[in-house]
Nanobody
């Protein structure tokens, strides 16, 4: 069983930054693909970014150049640094984990999810 818990959400003005954190309970989580997803108003869960067990990252087009996903193996923590935030980035952000051959941020491929953290970007 893998347990995940997000933190770091909040309110920020457009152009600002937030850093989300996700603590992962499983000791060998380094073998897992980890990812961030979000659910914005009126939309289903969409992938933001994923990172594999050797640090290889994949980003959604909207995240490329503004968001950075990283993982700290020693602290069992996943991060998402979000810069130059836009109003349309507002929503609930979730971290997720699972084992897979090809690590990519597709919601249906992840079996373990956190509870989510709210991000609100105002104009």
């Amino acid at each position: 069983q893998v347990r995940l818990a997000e933190s770091g959400g909040g309110s920020v003005q457009a152009g600002g930054s937030l850093r989300l954190s996700c603590s992962v309970s499983k000791p060998d989580y380094s073998l897992y693909c980890l990812a961030w997803f979000r659910q914005t108003p009126g939309k289903d869960h969409e992938g933001v970014a994923s990172i594999d067990d050797v640090g290889g990252a994949t980003y959604a087009d909207f995240a490329e150049g503004r968001f950075i996903i990283s993982r700290d193996v020693a602290d069992n923590t996943l991060y998402l640094q979000m810069d130059n935030l836009k109003v349309e980035d507002s929503g609930v952000y979730y971290c997720a984990a699972d084992r897979m051959v090809h690590c990519h941020p597709a919601p249906g491929d992840f079996g373990y999810w956190g509870q989510g953290t709210q991000v609100t970007v105002s104009s």
